[in-house]
């Protein structure tokens, strides 16, 4: 069905049943995009929220090993050999959560921040057009009542002017929102695809970036440490691969939207009155196709 | 200072002050070692806690990314590629989620209960023996007061034979519970270093056989999942390496223990009456020298 690709933004102003309507499928969708936005965050934020408890853990396991050695113990013959051990497995340990913690930045970084700036961003944008919208739109509704109400004796022609005068602005102000709540939308469409994959190939890259943290201290650390290294090195490079490797996530993006072409229909919306400004800034041409062949020609 | 080695047995019966202050030092010593113990322990659990709650949230994550195709999105349109690139991704997330699995379980099993054994076993039975022991001391005291304060008269010999009897009853339970007790602090001196060391090893040899696990899953999907499997086998490899690599941590276990030559005057004990049951089943020869050395040599 190529007619819901879009809102089309010469219908905002007669706003014809049949666009309302259109109108409602795109809001239920948006709808079901926050719902589902909302699960995906919380399951990353609990990934994130473990890496976390496992930096924390290991941290305290570490210093637990250490604190052998201060627990003045009665009997403390034959104890150097238990505590060196010990020392031994704490800076084994503390290595492992230098690898935790980085991996939890990443992921915070990479994966969660993304994904609540796609909820904070596009669709508070989109819930707020949402109302402006109805606020316009009842607006509009009141000033119209008032004009249908209006006696037709010749000497209230000056009331008659003014009450003209509010329908034409309110109408101006209800195309205007319209526009601009239409532009959301349609702007989601195109959103929410690149925000449901940014994220994990911010997770993706965040294993990379601490593959690659990682083999340059195993560069400086040559021969004892070499096997211990390179673990995150491997699935790093291995999901780096599969992403075709981009320099950053951003980046990444960036190449995507700059390859993709802006898709004519929606864009001419920019030359329509009085919305345009506001249509740009939130407008972001569909990256996903490039994205996702990216993805799948590994 | 040899001579706080161990509680000597042989003057179990005499029980000096010199006997008692000494068995106050290895009393102070093993509450010390239960105070350290649960922490240690506590800190080995939040580790495993860590990385089961990373297993549970790798797990959600898949399936919420599996989700987006069954969201009755209102716009469908174009997100077969955002579906498919989901599908992907989960399945990575999927792999990732067998390693944290198996890794818990190796946690569980080779770091976490092996601490909870020691402190169920070995830190119970110091407890109980001691409560044993204190029970039995004030019932010989107070046949002890009985005795001394029984007249001197002719016509009492049968109830003096009667106390008599009564006192050699109690000093021989008391010269009971005072072997077992200060057999289980002996053996306890020496069960607390590989205590300390177990689980440390079998994390260790968790991440190992982690480790060996992904290489036969990395034989057998050769190329395209090579670079993702080694991480732990890496790690695994280099902690192993370090460890002189067990088959078990079992089996490293009781080589140390076959190794060393079993402790002349502790063991003498065993030759002792009446205790000598209970004595033999909770000692431990000194398991601490072989073990640490192996691991300081690598």
Redesign the interface.
Known sequence: ?PA??KLLLEEALQDSPQTRSLLS??E??AG??T??TN??LQ??Q??Y???N??C???Q??S???L??EK?????G???E??I???H??SK?VDE?NVLHTELAKQLADTMVLPIIQFREKDLTEVSTLKDLFGLASNEHDLSMAKYSRLPKKKENEKVKIDVVKEVAAARRKQHLSSLQYYCALNAL?YRK?VA??EP?IG??HGQSRNGRGCREAECREKKS????????V??G???A??VKRPTSPQDMMSRFVSLSPASGSVLSAQSLEPASDSVSSSFCPSP??A???S??NK
Chains 1, 2 share one sequence.
């Open positions: 069905m819901v690709d499928v795109f239920e969708d079901t995009l719902d589902y699960q995906l399951a990353m609990r990934v929220g473990a890496q408890e496992m924390l853990a290991t305290q396991l210093k637990q090993l604190a052998y627990q003045n113990f009665a009997l013959k034959g104890d050999e238990v060196s051990t010990l031994y497995f084994v492992l469409q695809r449901m994959m994990m997770f993706a440490r070499q096997l211990f290294i390179t673990p995150h491997c699935w490079a291995w999901v691969q599969s996903t196709c994205l996702s062949l993805l799948k």
